[in-house]
């Protein structure tokens, strides 16, 4: 069957970074199309995803899959016979489901205060919540190698893409996450050692370089 | 196979009602435990949930399941040999799962700001967002019996439990719901029409009362 597939992406993007990954994790070829975000919308994306207008958007044989955690689950569902990225078993999908449903909840809104506000209050509360955040996460990890046990899954793929925002969470909120999260850490080098993750993130420094950017069109430095 | 469920709910919730909605359609038994919100929170909602502490929790032979949205899946999911819920095609799937995630992101936000506040100009702002949202879900069902088509399912689930609180929508946000989405309105009695739906939501009036008295206790009458 040939297959037609298109993501409509942004490179620095953790919710783009979690479709990226599970792409190559299907072993799935697609091409990639960049998206000149903030400034610019392309007429694709807002042909594709006139109701949220974001990326990413997949593009499967023409037909679009919008939201991240939406569009995770759908390659696995319809790539089903290789490398399953979320559990079979109801209840170990409706654990992975929640953390990734928390990680959606809290993660974005606490980062965002700490990168795109200089408001001090409003930087220590990101700041706060932020690192509270990553300990609930870290509790839920305990020892295991990865979120969901012995194999990298569903949790681990909507949460490492922040890994490449660390160095601007640091620098903006005066924070050290080795300090803070030192269970984290760990976990992260372990899922940058997959070909899937290390291919698929951007650079910690093109992050900080696209950040640095933006805060200035944006009034912030 | 002896199955223990029992249901940690508010009645007046929309989220609640989806979980009743579903296990009524997969004709399960259970044990309904209405919670003193918003004053006490049970011990056993906290034990069960102690990251979001929210109900509606769903505890399935001692394990609890947070998170309407994904109850109903599980729900789907173990119990699959009768009354899909969710479409079975992965596109479908994804679409249905889209819908469901712009409710939750878009209607209990604008609708709060009706119900929950006084200052005039968030009650106008919420106003404004709930018609834009409901205008929006209208788009989707177009001509169809239930959003999924002919087949009442995940979004009809994820959305009736509004209809509850239409009535207040009304009184506090000074709108009338048919005249704003004469759509809708034969939807909401169309799945009124079905016992799962009938049985589990809260009387209209009933939710009214309720709002009064949160609405004076909280201060704002």
């Known amino acids: 069957m040939g297959e037609e597939l298109i993501l409509l992406d942004f490179l620095p993007s953790m919710f783009g970074a979690r479709v ?3 792409l190559e994790e299907k072993g799935l070829s697609y091409e990639y199309r960049e998206e000149e975000l903030p400034n610019k919308k392309s007429p694709l994306l807002l042909e594709m995803n006139p109701v949220q ?13 919008c939201e991240s955690f939406i569009i995770v689950q759908y390659i696995d569902e319809v790539w089903n016979h290789k490398t399953p990225i979320l559990p079979s078993d109801p209840y170990a999908k409706a654990q992975a ?5 928390f990680i959606d909840k ?16 409003e930087v220590e509360e990101g700041k706060k ?18 979120f969901g046990g012995d194999v990298f899954g569903f ?29 984290l850490i760990p976990w992260v080098k ?19 370089d696209i950040v640095v ?6 009034g912030l430095d």
């Open 106 to 121: 809290k993660m974005y809104a606490a980062a965002s205060k700490i990168t795109w506000r200089n408001n001090k209050e």
């Open 213 to 218: 950017k933006l805060r200035k069109h944006i």
């Open 129 to 146: 919540e932020l690192i509270e955040n990553f300990k609930v996460l870290e509790g839920e990890l305990g020892d295991k190698l990865y």
């Open 97 to 101: 489901r929640f953390w990734v449903d």
């Open 20 to 22: 990226r990954i599970a």
């Open 155 to 183: 949790v681990d793929i909507a949460l490492i893409g922040f890994s490449a925002w660390f160095d601007c969470y640091q620098t903006y909120g005066n924070l050290s996450m080795e300090d803070e999260c030192p269970k």
């Open 190 to 208: 372990r899922c940058l050692e997959r070909e899937s993750v290390s291919k698929s993130l951007a650079h910690p420094n093109k992050v900080h």
């Open 53 to 65: 207008k974001k990326i990413p958007v997949l593009i499967h044989n023409g037909k679009p899959i």
